[in-house]
């Protein structure tokens, strides 16, 4: 049983007073990340400021057995940060500055603490940005987007962190500081380490900086706003554009239920009794934006848009994109509760899904809004429902496993951008046999042999007792209102 | 010594290791082709049982890259397995086992007007052999690497299990991305059964834009201006056929025909006089150099510096080197005759390397004469290599796959 | 007189009976519902002061509602938690940005006042305080402060002890103090009413305010000439005292609903339609007159009708089409966003639209623009050393801005962006939303604005 008074005080030593947080009041601000669900009130804290604090801290934990987690800005939505009570919570958001830009290289070299969008900031004067764009890229860590493998609303086109990011310094579960990938340089021979590391979820160790690819800020931008009678016209229209070989930067589509909350949240003024509405978005050189457009606008007509706008500035782009941003936080005033899902299915099966899920919500007696990547196939399912009426909560959450089979059954995947974390280490096994898991725990073994590094994340796992994170129930106001512009 | 009595029910055929079946110089004592992922499963399940090393094969295009394996109790040709299991078109998806050949399928998936953005570096690659080398062309500059196209995989391991990570599905991060880890893995982590690619559409237009450089620092302009030009250069690429010889630059843009008219003609007045236009690519377009080709890798605004040693050391090794690749992306292929003297060779990479690694690069031998590698360091610096062992050590403990011809004796 | 907030000492009204201030105390604790809304998605550390310059979960508007929360589940306030809610800035950043409609606003009042409850403060910051308290919010001590601080800058005296660093041995908010100060301007005193010039549009009272009166007068003088100039009579109570805004956003809610009830019933005698406040802290207070009185029987609702009516001048003045001509000022501006103007009451495009009127004005944004200058009141006395790293970085990207005048319509943030530009070296000219316009109306070269 570890003395946690005599490890903070050893950790001061490593770190300096400042840094070591173990004031009750203060930790429990730390107990959990973007998904409020679960919470788990960490032992200790530490908040370094240099890889060589990270790596001392990591080697104290290793020394005397403790678990550790690390943490970003604590916007994940799968609970991967969520600390262990027996453990120590490591929070780089003290680690943030864009330490280098190399824009005849279009590298830039940052720490995991430095917010996402900051990285863009840095470059624009250059013309260049960094792609991967979630929504939440205002206060989200490069750090987390690399443990998750973050994507955005343009990664069908751009792809994701793991596209974009050329080197890393992590500090390995046995306290070792190693560069994964060639730094700046591409094909460090042997094996790709850098691949494996992105979207490993905090799990094989923690990273303490990020060589990351810059692109060149695309000449033209052009969104189309487009409202149809239904979901299977609008999901046809996405299927036809992109039969016609054009990659739009980002294709985005809400259903009524999502429509009217935006509606009555932010006024966006969306077309009038739409069915589906579709956010798309097509950037590159102005002469392939104008055809690409041209053919959107073709295809969207095709199968029946009764409205299309084209946004005339980037104030207009910006009001097209609020509805869809703020349709999470507005669900919240049409519905007392709710729950929201990441799925990813095939694309083309978006249709016959979303038949299915319709059938499934009016059988379990829930509503269910409909937010989607739709050029990926991604799958926001809002799950609607009111705690306070009996049984609701569970039938919302069975609702929720039913999706998740779903998304499999149709070849899809369980999560498309949130990740496993805590929250769907549970159903891995829906899309995962034991062997695939226990292959993927092979490439962990070599890691974390001491099985300290963010345990029993990602992976099922029996719950010791004293470590079940408190899972509120529905009437829990946490789940109340908005998630806000999240996705 | 092994024999050849294994079950073959569900193998296409098994026998003794003949002439062909040779990996880099060293004979395989037994062969066996398999026709599907059953039959891959039990034939390594097998191989496990008896502690056989095992080295896999599709049509051993690059059976001799890397360093010779220590030993090959067992080839598994993967030939038999060629079918296109799954082209989800309106997806842009598609599944494959691993003895499918890069241009037949490029072949199946034109005709719904689409490819994978891979180049045929090495004519007659297999897919299982593209996984095992990681190996990509010119396209690298737009669409990534293999790894980058790679979104599912399912692999048979060192114990006969099979196991799959990724899916079928572009947006995915259930799970640890174990493709990433087995691309460019020499078959030393599993054998690929099965690979889920993602897929572009066919551009309308593809036209490329050559001209004739004077020196490196030429080069170094020209890069520069294209990549922070709005041209969106699918591939940039150069050649020198040999020393001293004028250095070439290709760029290659697609897309819809108007703008690919428009950007060639930008390109053209962005390299100057002395261009020329054409839609098809220039002769040595997608080839790797020499029968002693070494990769190297490094930052584009290290490349003239690189390119300058590559001529300095041509001097005093007395090699006669020529050099080819993607220059905006830091890879540069150099290719260097058979015929040249072994220990030359070993110097002229040895330098070489050390200029690429002083900027963060590196120098890799893909492939030489047997008696070329036996003088020179084939991999160069690796870092970190006491994780990359024990990631080995867990994926195949007995290390039987591949011995030898990876990384750190891997 | 029965119950009367003991620092206010306003003059009430005769015959005015005070509610008993036992109703004051219910619902103290920051309100569960209230907390509910926040989901914890974190968009609020992107824009806040103290998130920006420590990176502490702990002191982000997140964490620190969470500290709200274990105190609404029945935690004890503690030195930790005070510490927290001590070095909230009270800018309101987060109100902007928050995608769940959280009212951190009043989060954070319900807080402080706990924290005024509960908390024993050391001796030197109670003293800090109550120094601050008495005097302050009460225009004839403040009067006679500067005269007594006039003497000192023009007497040389200030020079001398700068020269021999003599401040550097005092204490940082003493210091802070001292170098906030500004050059005390000559004593100016209104007439009761102020008539319009030309046909009459309307009447509009001014909240003169304490420090903007006294240490800031040629603005308040500027603000009638331009409400005059564009045909409103301006009513300008003599009697009028503090708005409360330094002991609302305090946590001292019993003080800072004295001075608001003597407030409402001076202006409500004017019968005017508006009440103009050039001052963004006080106007941001006035407007919560309604949360602040909410528990008064006798004056809720008059003091929501009260809030209803008070408008910051450039919010006024964009409500109506300019009158008075504006002349060409050809000058290069950077407009600051003070953060109770554009936070607590979203007021951002109609400064620089009226300044964007004024032909020949060339208007900069200044970048990082929503984080707070580090003045929030008194935060730069009571927090020095936070209070002074926000103000060297806003005084850092107002000089990248490249204007030659910075544009700011709160008195505080005046003071401590001028001190943080001292700091660095520069002098950079500061003038007031409303001079600004002043100038222009009077068709005064840009020099008249420059040269200060």
Avoid at chain 2, 107 to 133: F, H, K, M
Wanted: hydrophobic share 40%; proline share 5%.
């Amino acid at each position: 049983m570890t003395d946690f008074v005599q490890f903070a005080e050893h950790l001061r030593q490593l770190l300096g007073e400042g840094e070591v947080v173990t004031d009750h009041e203060r930790l429990r601000t730390f107990e959990c990340d973007g998904l409020a669900h679960f919470r788990v009130c960490p032992a200790i804290v530490v908040l370094p400021q240099s890889g060589d604090e990270v790596k001392a801290v990591v080697g104290a934990c290793v020394a005397q057995g403790v678990p550790y987690v690390a943490r970003g800005s604590g916007t994940g939505l799968s609970g991967g940060a969520l600390p262990r009570a027996d453990g120590v919570l490591i929070v780089t958001t003290k680690m943030r500055s864009v330490v280098e830009v190399d824009v005849t290289n279009q590298r830039a070299t940052v720490e995991p603490g430095a917010v996402n969008l900051d990285i863009t900031r840095a470059v624009a004067p250059f013309g260049f940005y960094y792609a991967p764009d979630p929504s939440s890229q205002l206060v989200c860590s490069i750090g987390g987007n690399v443990a998750e493998n973050s994507g955005g609303a343009h990664c069908l086109k751009y792809g994701f962190t793991t596209h974009h990011v050329t080197g890393l310094e992590v500090v390995t579960p046995d306290g070792e500081v190693v560069d994964l990938g060639g730094g700046k340089a591409l094909d460090a021979p042997g094996y790709d380490l850098l691949g494996a590391f992105i979207g490993s979820e905090g799990t094989i160790g923690i990273t303490t900086k990020v060589v990351v690819r810059l692109l060149r800020s695309p000449e033209a931008v052009e969104t189309v706003l487009a409202g149809f009678s239904s979901i299977d016209d609008a999901a046809e229209a996405v299927s036809s554009i992109i039969a016609a070989g054009i990659v739009p930067a980002a294709v985005e589509l809400m259903d009524a239920l999502a429509v009217q909350a935006a509606e009555a949240s932010v006024h966006c003024n969306y077309p009038v009794g739409a069915g589906a509405v579709l956010i798309i978005e097509v950037d590159g050189p102005r002469v392939d934006v104008d055809e690409s457009l041209r053919l959107v606008e073709h295809h969207s007509k095709f199968h029946g848009a009764f409205e299309m706008r084209v946004a005339k500035n980037a104030a207009e782009r910006n009001l097209f994109w609020k509805g869809r941003k703020s349709a999470f936080a507005a669900v919240g005033r049409i519905s007392p509760d709710y729950i929201v899902q990441d799925g990813v299915i095939p694309r083309t099966m978006l249709a016959s899904v979303l038949n299915q899920m319709a059938k499934m919500a009016s059988d379990a007696g829930v509503r269910v809004a409909n937010v989607f990547h739709a050029g990926d196939g991604n799958l926001h399912p809002l799950v609607l429902f009111d705690g306070s009426v009996d049984g609701e909560c569970e039938r919302a959450e069975r609702l929720c496993g039913a999706i998740l089979d779903l998304c499999v059954a149709s070849g899809g995947s369980i999560t498309g951008e949130h990740g496993v974390g805590a929250d769907k280490a549970q159903h891995m096994p829906r899309m995962f046999s034991d062997d695939d898991l226990a292959t993927m725990q092979l490439l962990r073994t070599a890691f974390d042999p001491a099985g300290l590094c963010n345990p029993g994340k990602v992976f099922p796992n029996p719950r010791l007792c004293g470590e079940v994170p408190i899972r509120h129930s529905a009437s829990d106001p946490s789940v109340k209102t908005g998630m806000g512009e999240i996705f | 010594m092994t024999t050849p009595d294994r079950q073959g029910h569900k193998s296409q055929f098994v026998g003794l290791g003949g002439q062909r079946d040779v990996v880099d110089g060293v004979p395989a004592t037994s062969v066996a082709g398999v026709g599907t992922v059953e039959a891959l499963a039990e034939v390594m399940r097998e191989a496990a049982e008896r502690k056989e090393t095992v080295v896999a094969r599709g049509r051993g295009t690059k059976l001799d890259w890397g360093a010779p394996p220590t030993r090959v109790d067992l080839l598994v040709d993967l030939s038999g397995m060629n079918r296109v299991l799954e082209h989800a078109s309106g997806d842009l998806i598609v599944r494959v086992e691993p003895g499918v050949c890069l241009s037949e399928l490029q072949n199946l998936l034109a005709r719904s007007g689409q490819r994978l953005a891979i180049d045929e570096v090495v004519p007659g690659s297999t897919i299982g052999g593209l996984v095992a080398s990681g190996l990509c062309g010119p396209l690298r500059l737009a669409y990534g690497c293999v790894r980058d196209l790679l979104i599912g995989i399912s692999v048979v391991r060192a114990d006969g299990v099979l196991a799959k990570s990724g899916g079928k599905v572009v947006k995915n991060v259930a799970g640890y991305d174990l493709g990433k880890l087995y691309t460019g893995s020499f078959g030393t982590l599993g054998i690929v059964a099965e690979a889920i690619f993602r897929l572009h559409p066919v551009p309308e237009a593809r036209v490329w834009v050559t001209t004739e450089l004077s020196d490196e620092h030429d080069l170094a302009r020209c890069i520069a201006a294209v990549t922070t030009s709005q041209l969106v250069a699918s591939a940039l690429e150069i050649d020198c056929p040999e020393d001293g010889a004028p250095l070439e630059l290709a760029v290659l843009v697609e897309g819809i025909s108007v703008s690919v008219e428009r950007r060639a003609q930008a390109l053209a007045h962005l390299l100057g006089d002395r261009h020329t236009i054409s839609t098809t690519p220039p002769i040595w377009w997608a080839a790797i150099p020499g029968e002693t080709t070494v990769k190297l890798a490094t930052v584009g605004s290290d490349l003239p510096r690189v390119i300058g040693a590559i001529t300095e050391q041509a001097g005093r090794t007395g090699t006669r080197p020529c050099f080819r690749g993607s220059a905006a992306l830091g890879l540069l292929y150099v290719g260097l005759s058979g015929g040249s003297d072994p220990r030359a060779v070993a110097e002229f990479v040895k330098e070489i390397r050390t200029v690429c690694e002083e900027a963060g690069g590196s120098a890799v031998v893909l492939r030489a004469p047997a008696v070329v590698k036996r003088a020179v360091d084939i991999w160069g610096t690796v870092r970190p290599i006491g994780l990359m062992r024990r990631v080995k050590a867990s994926f195949d403990p007995l290390h039987r796959l591949a011995p030898g011809r990876f990384v750190g004796g891997i | 007189m029965a119950a009367q907030p003991k620092a206010g000492r306003a003059v009430v009204p005769q015959g005015l009976r005070l509610a008993d201030s036992r109703s004051q105390k219910a619902k103290r604790a920051p309100e569960l519902e209230l907390l509910d809304a926040c989901v914890h998605c974190g968009f609020c550390l992107a824009t806040c002061p103290t998130y920006s310059l420590w990176g502490e979960e702990m002191d982000s508007p997140r964490g620190r509602i969470y500290l709200m929360r274990e105190l609404a589940e029945g935690e004890p306030m503690t030195t930790v938690m005070r510490t927290h809610f001590d070095r909230c800035l009270g800018c309101l950043a987060c109100l902007s940005v928050c995608p769940s409609g959280v009212r951190y606003d009043k989060l954070l009042a319900a807080a402080r006042v706990e924290v005024e409850r509960s908390t024993n403060r050391a001796w030197q910051e109670r003293l800090l305080r109550w120094f601050i308290f008495e005097l302050f919010p009460f225009s004839r001590r403040l009067r006679a402060a500067a005269v007594a601080l006039r003497v000192y800058q023009r007497s040389g005296l200030r020079t001398f002890m700068h020269r021999h660093e003599v401040f550097d041995r005092f204490p940082a908010t003493v210091r802070t103090l001292e170098s906030l100060a500004p050059r005390v301007p000559r004593y100016e005193s209104f007439p009761e009413t102020v008539a319009a010039h030309g046909e009459r549009r309307g009447v509009v009272a001014l909240l003169t305010g304490c420090i903007q009166s006294v240490l800031f007068s040629p603005v308040n003088a500027a603000t009638v000439r331009v409400l005059v100039a564009e045909g409103f009579d301006v009513v300008i109570p003599r009697q009028q005292g503090c708005c409360g805004a330094l002991s609302a956003h305090a946590g001292r809610d019993e003080e800072a609903q004295g001075f608001a009830r003597s407030l409402i019933e001076t202006f409500d005698r004017t019968g005017v339609s508006a009440v103009i406040v050039n001052s963004a802290g006080c106007g941001s207070a006035m407007k919560e007159y309604a949360h602040l009185l909410r528990d008064d029987p006798l004056y809720a609702h008059v003091a929501e009708q009260f809030s209803s009516r008070v408008r910051d001048v450039a919010e006024f003045l964009a409500e109506w089409e300019p009158r008075a001509p504006r002349h060409a000022l050809e000058v290069t501006v950077a407009y600051h966003d003070a953060c109770h103007l554009a936070h607590a009451q979203g007021v951002r495009t109609q400064p620089r639209d009226l300044l964007q009127a004024i032909p020949g004005l060339d208007l900069r944004e200044v970048a990082e623009g929503e984080i707070c200058c580090g003045s929030a009141g008194i935060y730069n006395l009571l927090q020095p050393e936070a209070g002074g790293e926000l103000g060297d970085r806003k005084a850092r990207n107002v000089l990248a801005s490249g204007a030659e005048l910075l544009v700011a319509a709160n008195p505080g943030c005046t003071m401590q962006v001028t001190a943080a530009l001292r700091r660095v070296g520069t002098r950079l000219p500061v003038a007031h939303t409303i001079e600004v316009i002043d100038a222009s109306i009077s068709g005064l070269p840009a020099r008249t604005l420059l040269g200060r």
